[in-house]
């Protein structure tokens, strides 16, 4: 049940179910950060192309599109923890197969199989853990909370790409994904310790089944009709479009162009990754002072002139704080898009409005990958990054003639005759 706010309240880190499901996906996200930079230096180290690499990402991607389809029909009709739960066992067994299989020479084809069943299965997982913030904290809380999770994701991000480097460099890639295969046992155990607050009533409605296609569709439809949400979701699918095979980009601009190494390109990722926790903790502040429009469209921008600046620069430190810019910007836009849709959207809509939000502006994800790492292995990687960063700016510019501009605090986003969700949301991811 939400509370009303109140100055008297304990703070947000004393709550133990919060608490409880912070840690745990703290844990989950540091072993993610080892399988985001084992699985591309895998790839890199059996083929030796930049590619391939884009390949893979793009079937992963493909395969979490298809499931965003789905995933907020399941979230929407079944219990939220439990289907977090199954797919942090799912991606345990499939992750840990890999370092299992390469211990007979490398098996390339294995992470075309293996990957994309873990993107989906993550997938559903993502869309769960937004709505499941909704039902931790009070919906005044929502913009906090989520900045201290990602905030504490991104911590753990550091220090995890920096010791997947070192385990990569000495023990091999294959060894880091054991490591990520581990940590989803640990996220499931703590989320076997949490219990989740029911939809009020004023938020619940009646569960109607239909086909999933239609359930689908109901989000998409009040992800359509809400004019801030539309345009976010079209700008945002160009923006994926030229970033979302980014981090494979420059893996290989580290490795190809600048000479690094594995531990090379973890301490990269580990360093940059301060800019997304720096981003965390700013955006509730940026959000109150500036609003959300401004907020969102400057940190596109920025994130526009970092990817370009990546093309640029000629030294590691340099590509480090450039990326670090970037991550810095992409986590406030990102917050600040989460914490929006969660608090305008009724409880038994927020998985499938979650659900084809994503969907839909991950869809161009795939193809940029493929396209973004081919032209990178052809043309270099320089003149890819500064098409990509032009574009990235033209999103930020385009948000300038849409209702994201006059965007201010979320409550006053409601469309018309919708009533505030209760203070009861959840978020998370």
């Given at each position: 049940m939400s509370r009303a706010a109140s100055p008297h309240r304990a703070p947000l880190w004393r709550d133990r179910a919060f608490g409880t499901y912070?840690?745990?996906?703290?844990?989950?996200?540091?072993?993610?950060?080892?399988?985001?930079?084992?699985?591309?230096?895998?790839?890199?180290?059996?083929t030796g192309s930049v590619a391939q690499m884009g390949l893979l990402t793009a079937v992963a991607g493909a395969a979490s599109v298809l499931a965003g389809v789905f995933g907020g029909v399941l979230v929407d009709r079944y219990d939220r923890r439990t289907l977090m739960?199954?797919?942090?066992?799912?991606?345990?067994?499939?992750?840990?197969?890999?370092?299992?299989?390469?211990?007979?020479?490398?098996?390339?084809?294995?992470?075309?199989?293996?990957?994309?069943?873990?993107e989906a299965?993550?997938?559903?997982?993502?869309?769960?853990?937004?709505?499941?913030?909704?039902?931790?904290?009070?919906?005044?809380?929502?913009?906090?909370?989520?900045?201290?999770?990602?905030?504490?994701?991104a911590a753990a991000a550091v220090l995890g790409p920096l010791l997947a480097g070192v385990v990569s460099a000495r023990f091999g890639p294959s060894v880091a994904i054991a490591v990520n295969a581990a940590s989803f046992a640990l996220s499931a155990a703590g989320l076997r310790l949490i219990r989740l607050r029911p939809a009020q009533a004023a938020d619940a409605a009646?569960?109607?089944?239909?086909?999933?296609?239609?359930?689908?569709?109901?989000?998409?439809?009040?992800?359509?009709?809400q004019p801030v949400l539309r345009a976010l979701t079209v700008l945002l699918s160009v923006f994926i479009f030229l970033t979302y095979g980014f981090t494979d980009v420059l893996i290989y601009r580290v490795t190809h162009d600048l000479g690094g190494t594995e531990g090379t390109v973890g301490t990269v990722l580990g360093l940059a990754a301060l800019g997304t926790v720096a981003g965390a903790l700013l955006v509730a502040p940026l959000r109150r002072r500036r609003g959300f429009g401004a907020t969102w469209i400057g940190a596109h921008a920025v994130c526009g002139f970092a990817v370009a600046?990546?093309?640029?620069?000629?030294?590691?430190?340099?590509?480090?704080?450039?990326?670090?810019?970037y991550l810095c910007c992409l986590s406030i836009g990102g917050i600040c898009s989460m914490s929006l849709r969660q608090q305008i959207t009724p409880d038994h809509l927020l998985g499938r409005v979650t659900s084809a939000f994503w969907s839909t502006h991950y869809a161009l994800g795939p193809a940029g990958a493929v396209i973004l790492t081919w032209t990178a292995a052809r043309y270099g990687v320089s003149a890819v990054a500064l098409v990509a960063g032009a574009g990235c700016l033209l999103v930020a510019v385009g948000g300038l003639f849409t209702p994201i501009r006059r965007a201010g605090a979320e409550p006053a986003l409601r469309p018309p005759g919708l009533q505030p969700a209760p203070a009861g949301g959840t978020i998370s991811g």
């Open positions: 912070w840690i745990a996906q703290s844990l989950s996200a540091a072993g993610d950060a080892f399988a985001y930079l084992a699985v591309p230096l895998l790839v890199l180290q059996a739960i199954v797919a942090d066992l799912a991606r345990l067994v499939l992750y840990a197969l890999v370092p299992l299989a390469w211990l007979a020479g490398p098996q390339v084809w294995l992470l075309f199989v293996v990957l994309p069943i873990c299965a993550g997938m559903l997982f993502q869309v769960a853990a937004v709505t499941a913030v909704r039902n931790l904290v009070d919906s005044d809380r929502l913009t906090e909370a989520n900045g201290r999770l990602q905030a504490t994701f009646p569960v109607t089944r239909q086909r999933p296609v239609a359930e689908f569709l109901a989000g998409a439809r009040f992800l359509w009709r600046g990546v093309g640029l620069v000629t030294s590691v430190p340099a590509v480090t704080a450039l990326t670090a810019v």
